[in-house]
């Protein structure tokens, strides 16, 4: 089935002439229309608009000068402005909102050859974990418990509709962000790999702001090569994004043959928390034993303020976050409740416009933020935050990269981890320091647990050395020989 | 520090966010319950550290101070709730 080809394996297809480029968007666009009802993967298919990229695709083609991703089917998480195609961040307030410019990240995609499906569910304006606060309904993860197929679980979040998609093989490859664990984390409870990069790698331009300092886009695919070829496109300097890095974009793919042979593995000590499940535990310790059997040397290492990560993070993203969505005012653009004067339109706007979580965040962030408490909160959960750095930046003296669980549990029930906000937060537990310090990071499937769903290692490295995280990544990918599929996914019968 | 339901109003004024009375209450204990979990950053020393407001590893690279995008209103105001000419429209501000 074309659906489910690998992105190298669909590029050799598609330049061996063995299938075309709309043969591969109708396959794509057709599985979408069977399975999408049911998953809400996509917000928005942009049904013409791909076959029109498609065909173009096939004549470059046939012209011989296509791009590295011509014709390559691609999800695109609806937090990525498209011009012309409506971009929601799964919020009500920014429901009416077409973009008249595409956000950098896309536009790479685009000169490169992509198709793009459609834009892709997520936690509204990617606050959450689960994928539950989209204004636009919940995704459903297309993995079943063996045990309990009926019940549906969480895709995981922020980036749940991409993850979820890429795991259906609704798409060949999507773009996701990561602001907290939001790619990774639904990379590992999708079973798929997803790759946030260094911080300054890919051009936040045109990405609706939940973070800035936070902020990090980046691929999600089903192999890590799939993922290196998708961040290569996707990477490179900006001039629109005052913090884009100014620094020459390897060939991550020819990264991920390298081997681990030489390389310093370091395990950190603190990353075991209190309720872990033990199958987790096991498949890090099974990890260990892939990467020293291949060739590296494991280190114990230790980032001693790892466990105030979370904490660090949940008051330096609403405050940022409190700063970026005052633009939404009802005036400009987005949804608008009229009032008896300005302010009283500016906050029924905003009352109607954001979801529970949103406003929880931007009045978090407010108060932080607020004349006699900022010092209080927001400077010291910035010298936490470089105390995370500091440990981050001792440890990479002595190894190359780190090796991790991706998240603490295995994707979990729709209607579970609802009732404490706190405890949604806790899935970020591995994955958030990683955004606090914009060093690169990996989510590779690496075993199922006895519920038969998915888990992922981590693997963390040097800022802009993502070349030795795709290589221990493809390690960890070779020996795990992860080739589970999902239950629900394009071509299975139901 | 435990936030008061006066305290809740302020933040949520300050916020231009409308809340009912009703809100107020279910807020004011979800904020106490995640500004609570926060606190656990008093326990870390942080004497003597600097504070680190973003992740960039790359120096940031300077442009020429000049006007280098712009003039076209119609776009911009494509996506505006209500416009007049080349301007956004509002409620009346000034009698």
Known sequence: MLTGLTIAEAAAGLRAKKFTAEELCLAHLNAIEALNPRLNAYLTVSHSQALDQAKAADAALARGDAGPLAGIPLAIKDLFCTQGIRTTAASKILGPFVPPYESTVTANLLRDGAVFLGKTNLDEFAMGSSNMTSAYGPVENPWKRRQNPDAVLVPGGSSGGSAAAVSAQLAMGGTGTDTGGSIRQPASFCGIVGMKPTYGRCSRWGVVAFASSLDHPGPFARTVQDTAILLRSMSGYDAKDSTSADVPVPDFAAACGRGVRGLR??????????????????????????????????????????????????????????????????????????????????????????????????????????????????????????????????????????????????????????????????????????????????????????????????????????????AVGAEIERAAGFTALPTLRAGATQ | MSLDPATVRRIASLARIRVTDDEVEVLRGELNGILGWIEQLNEVNVDGIAPLAGATHAAARLRDDVVNDGGYPQKILSNAPDGTGEYFAVPKVVE
């Open chain 1, 265 to 470: 593995i370091g395990i950190p000590r603190e990353y075991r928390v209190d309720g872990m499940p033990a199958e987790i535990e096991r498949l890090w310790q099974q990890g260990i034993v892939w990467l020293k059997d291949a060739g590296a040397e494991i280190v114990d290492v230790s980032l001693p303020h790892t466990r105030y990560g979370l904490a660090a993070y949940y008051v330096i993203a609403p405050a940022e976050a409190s700063s970026n969505l005052a633009r939404y005012d009802g005036v400009r653009f987005g949804l608008r409740t009229n009032g008896d004067d300005l302010r009283d339109l500016y906050e029924r706007t905003r009352a109607d416009g954001f979801g529970t979580e949103v406003k929880r965040r931007i009045l978090i962030g407010t108060y932080v933020l607020s004349a006699g408490y900022y010092d209080a909160y927001y400077l010291r959960a910035q010298k936490v935050r470089a105390l995370i750095l500091r440990d981050f930046t001792d440890a990479f003296q002595n190894v190359d990269a780190l090796l991790t669980p991706t998240a603490p549990s295995a994707a979990f029930g729709i209607d579970e981890k609802t009732d404490d906000p706190v405890t949604m937060y806790l899935n970020d537990v591995f994955t958030v320091n990683g955004n606090l310090a914009g060093i690169p990071g990996i989510s590779v499937p690496a075993g199922l647990d006895t519920d038969g769903l998915p888990l992922g290692l981590q693997v963390l490295g040097k800022p802009f050395d993502e070349e030795t995280v795709f």
